[in-house]
């Protein structure tokens, strides 16, 4: 086996009236339906993973208005268009919660950030064709974070007494711009 570098990236970047959008989040789910999740490796307090493919919920409703412009306009400045989100939920961390390494299906993984005190940890990538570069996007409250899914990365353990919680999404690019593309390589090429 040969295995051939092919750099990948991420994108950070922040979401227009976030102090408005965080409230608006954590008042919708204050008695939403979660669980929690317990086990050998991973404990997340509060999380709604079990429906996140129902995007029907308020809270989504509610945050699809305020994301799913800023998702299409990042995808169209990469070349691709119709993000389409297959799954929404989020996640609350309290103290000695930890998400440990993982990985997300579909095309893309976001996260956007509700709740990030200054000694919160944050989410951490892993290069996975050598697994040992370890990168930390410089995020804070109401940053967005978007990587393709198949990178490692995993949420370290809160070792202070605070709250972190994240809005996490997969989707789909379903289509790309081929102008750049033709005009980079000719309309002919394939």
């Known amino acids: 086996m040969h295995i051939h570098e092919l750099k990948s990236f991420y994108i950070t970047d922040s979401l227009p009236n976030n102090e408005f959008i965080n409230n608006q989040f954590l008042n919708n789910i204050r008695e939403c339906q979660s669980t929690s999740l317990k086990d050998k490796h991973d404990s997340i307090t ?65 996260v956007y950030y509700v709740e990030l005190g200054d000694d919160a940890p944050k989410t951490e990538l892993i290069v996975p064709y050598n697994q040992e570069s370890l990168v930390t996007p410089d995020v804070s409250v109401g940053s967005l974070l978007i ?8 949420a370290p353990t809160v070792n202070k007494d605070i709250r972190k919680t994240i809005i996490s999404f997969n989707f789909d690019a379903s289509t790309i711009s081929t102008n750049k593309l033709d005009k980079l390589h000719g309309e002919n090429n394939v």
Not at 147 to 154: K, L, N, Q, T, W
């Open 46 to 110: 509060r999380l709604d993973w079990d429906h996140a493919r129902n995007g029907n919920r308020y809270w989504v409703q509610q945050f699809l208005t305020h994301l799913q412009p800023k998702l299409d306009e990042i995808m169209n400045n990469l070349g691709y268009h119709n993000a389409i989100i297959q799954e929404i939920w989020f996640q609350q961390y309290n103290k000695d919660d930890v998400h440990t390494w993982h990985v997300h299906g579909h095309n893309f993984t976001g």
């Open 147 to 154: 990587f393709p899914s198949y990178v490692m990365h995993r």
